[in-house]
């Protein structure tokens, strides 16, 4: 898969994310593929009742943004979690 192929296909489950990371082009969508990465684990946190679901609805637009950011071949980062780095 190429870059942008890649960069979408991560944020689409987290089966496409392992996908991506497996099949696809690691170094080209490093960058989606980690924004991928830190909104699933952090859309879990959206199981926490009362204000869970307000983080869920901010994840959701977070994940909207990341895919647009993707199809767009933009590396833009989402906002409150783009900062953070868990692949290097």
């Known amino acids: 898969m190429d870059k942008k192929t890649t960069g979408i296909v991560a944020y689409l489950t987290w089966i496409g994310l392992v996908i991506a990371f497996v099949a696809g082009d690691k170094e080209g969508a490093k960058f989606h593929l980690n924004q991928a990465l830190v909104i699933l684990l952090f859309s879990l946190l959206s199981v926490i009742p009362c204000i869970g ?3 869920g609805i901010f994840m959701i637009v977070c994940w909207v943004m ?3 950011a993707a199809i767009n071949e933009e590396e ?3 906002p409150l979690l783009g900062g953070i780095k868990l692949l290097k």
């Open 66 to 68: 990341g895919l647009i």
């Open 53 to 55: 679901w307000l983080w």
């Open 76 to 78: 833009k980062p989402v």
